[in-house]
């Protein structure tokens, strides 16, 4: 098999400098990989960075690294849609500029994808740099409370999860584009692998989760702390989880159950002057008409309910 590996970048290229060579030595004697960076309109100075290090890492590498440059800043599902787009192999690792595979991460993934066609993708055991700990994450759980879908860190000691990561997971090219990829209206961030995870399991794909096959991940080095205020990354968190709930659940009660404890939360976040929800809720109802045109053209391909994937 073929894999292209996609990084996005934005304002990073220190980042992509610090973790490239040892992305590249993760895969050992693979042959079958190269390496798709894509810029997503960073700064013209740290395109000419990030050109740089690619040209140094070419010279010297057999894994070939591609950059491909946005005119304009889109966000993570523009970037990573750019990168797929732009491939012809048969997996794509998706991986977050902030994050390094641990040499032999890749032969537990590629057996994973033997003989079952049916498996969109493999998520990687996340080896989350959080201040001076680390903690074991990649494997999601959801569950149902107060007409809202929450999901939390999972026990990693199962392979089975609700989603799989848009920064250190191996997906089925040609699925990812049956798809449409993650979806842009999530821009610039979150919720867009989760909402990639639950459309193609709502259709009968199958999402694994696999602990052998281990990715340091270093949060605090990423594009989001650097670049985004907190507040500002609270709204667009509860815009898209309002988004993906207007988006995808189609199971009755569960839509009654949402619209109902609405005015509960509403009025919990105006009692607590809590301004991110409130602005996310409005931004989500503000863009309802593209929500809606979306949920219609994904329904077709669902053959699985809300609640068997909700449990």
């Not at 996609?6 to 042959?31: A, E, R």
């Not at 740089?52 to 950059?67: E, G, Q, R, W, Y």
């Not at 970037?79 to 732009?86: C, K, P």
């Not at 199962?158 to 090219?173: A, C, L, P, Y």
């Amino acid at each position: 098999m073929k894999i292209d590996v996609i990084i996005p970048n934005y304002n990073g290229s220190n980042l992509i400098k610090k973790n490239l060579s040892d992305v590249i030595k993760s895969f050992g004697d693979f042959k079958k990989v190269s390496i798709i960076v894509v810029d997503d309109g960073s700064q013209p100075e740290d395109v000419v960075k990030l050109r740089n290090t690619i040209d140094l890492v070419n010279m010297s590498s057999k894994v070939p690294v591609t950059l491909i440059p946005r005119e304009k800043n889109g966000g993570f599902s523009s970037a990573v849609n750019t990168g797929v787009a732009n491939s012809k192999a048969d997996l794509v690792l998706l991986l977050n500029s902030d994050a390094v595979p641990y040499e032999g991460f890749l032969p537990p993934i590629l057996k994973r994808f033997e003989n079952d066609p049916m498996l969109f993708g493999v998520g990687c055991m996340d080896i989350s740099i959080e201040g001076k700990e680390k903690v074991e994450r990649g494997r999601g759980v959801a569950y149902w409370k107060k007409g809202i879908l929450r999901h939390r860190k999972g026990d990693v000691d199962n392979d089975d999860t609700f989603w799989i990561s848009g920064g250190s997971s191996m997906v089925r090219r040609e699925l990812y584009k049956k798809f449409n990829g993650m979806d842009e209206i999530y821009n610039p961030f979150y919720w867009e692998d989760i909402d990639l995870s639950y459309r193609v399991q709502k259709a009968g794909y199958k999402i694994v989760f696999e602990k052998q096959s281990k990715v340091e991940h270093r949060h605090d080095e990423g594009a989001i702390k650097k670049h985004f205020r907190s507040d500002r990354v609270n709204a667009i968190v509860y815009r898209n989880q309002f988004i993906f709930h207007w988006k995808n659940i189609t199971d009755g009660s569960l839509i009654i159950s949402h619209f109902f404890w609405m005015p509960f939360h509403l009025l919990n976040a105006i009692i607590h002057l809590d301004k991110p929800f409130i602005k996310g809720f409005f931004n989500a109802l503000n863009i309802m008409s593209q929500i809606l045109a979306r949920r219609k053209l994904q329904k077709k391909y669902y053959i699985k309910t809300d609640k068997e994937l909700i449990r």
